[in-house]
């Protein structure tokens, strides 16, 4: 009980988009190369996730929809060193809690696929075998069917649907190497192949205009931190914040710290008021950061914060003063 009160208390689904980050960021943690979501009606009567990652044990599938017991971390010291976006063994459960799910799943080297199903939580069927490739296929149905006062915040389909658009061009941004693809009420609508981390395709496919024609990708190594990424050069810099991503270790996060530090990196080289335009990728040690922080898990906290901050404002700097100048 100790160490799950200090794993940062539950996120709640209150949308199809906050299940599907959930979703993409397991089938992304099982190691998927290839990730296919297909809606209808915005993911609120249907929302199906496929994923050609490891898999789930047969055994596994009942658990996976109990709390916490599917929790990576096994003590203190685990909680120190999260290298998964997920750890806390709640999304599966709390999606299940409020929608009929199926999971289909086939561990790598099983010999079949193995199904389950239930209905808010509760298990209408032992795993039955079933026709899968290696990897995972979650069907959700009817979300808050059985709640339904928070059926009533949800909006139209439109906008329910721009959600879950941006969710999978956010989580594509954040893995060039990762195939996706989206469909809503059987039209394919994004399709992105996987790309080489520097390949500026998928940069257009998923910012469309709002890409910088002139972003320089570039790569800065110090010690055990890595950044990387697509800078944008001043005159691309927009009057709104708003194209600004930078992702931890696969993770985006907001961190004043690290916007304090980019803007830095830009100083010399914007005009007042302007904000850069970019996409960045820091990887460092996941012991030297703590993700525990919130349960949305977009706020984290550096171990040595100084020396993040000035890697990261140097970074820029040298970028700029290369590219600009
Ligand atoms: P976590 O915080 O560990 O991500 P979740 O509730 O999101 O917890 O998922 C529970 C567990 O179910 C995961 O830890 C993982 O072992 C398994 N799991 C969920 N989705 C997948 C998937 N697409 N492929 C393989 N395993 C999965
Ligand atoms: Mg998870």
């Given at each position: ?75 203190l010291q685990?909680l120190e060193q999260i290298a ?136 800065e190594q110090r010690e055990d931190m890595r950044l990387s ?17 930078f992702f931890l270790n696969?993770r985006?996060i907001r961190d004043k710290t690290i916007v304090h530090a980019v803007r830095l990196g ?14 960045l990728y820091l990887e460092m040690d996941p012991a030297r950061v703590d993700v525990n922080v919130h349960?949305?898990k977009?706020e984290v906290r550096f171990r040595e914060s100084g020396a993040v901050h000035s890697f990261v404002f140097r970074s820029l700097q ?8």
């Open positions: 009980p100790r160490l799950i009160n200090q794993i940062a208390a539950g996120e709640i689904i209150e949308r199809p988009a906050s299940m599907l980050k959930e979703l993409i960021e397991n089938a992304l943690d099982a190691g998927a190369t290839a990730i296919d979501v297909d809606v209808d009606n915005a993911g609120v009567k249907r929302l199906k996730i496929s994923d050609n990652g490891h898999g789930i044990l047969r055994q596994d599938l009942a658990m996976a929809l109990s709390r916490h017991a599917t929790s990576k971390i096994q003590d685990d998964t976006l997920g750890f806390r063994g709640e999304a599966l459960p709390s999606i299940a809690s409020v929608t009929r799910m199926t999971i289909q799943s086939r561990e790598r080297g099983a010999e079949q696929g193995w199904m389950v199903s239930s209905d808010g939580n509760n298990l209408t069927t032992e795993p039955t075998p079933v026709a899968h490739p290696v990897g995972t296929t979650i069907e959700t149905r009817d979300l808050f069917y059985n709640t339904p006062a928070r059926r009533k915040f949800l909006r139209t389909d439109a906008t329910e649907f721009k959600h879950l658009d941006q969710i999978v061009r956010r989580m594509a941004l954040s893995r060039f190497d990762v195939a996706f693809k989206l469909s809503h009420n059987g039209k394919v609508v994004l399709h992105l192949p996987s790309v080489p981390a520097d390949d500026p395709r998928r940069l257009k496919m998923v910012c469309g205009d709002n890409v910088p024609e002139n972003s320089v990708y570039f790569t990424g697509w800078a944008g050069l001043p005159s691309f810099s927009r009057s709104q914040a708003d194209m600004q991503y696969g985006l830009y100083q010399d080289v914007l005009f007042h008021g302007r904000h850069p335009v970019y996409v349960p949305t977009h040298r970028v700029m003063s290369s590219s600009a100048g």
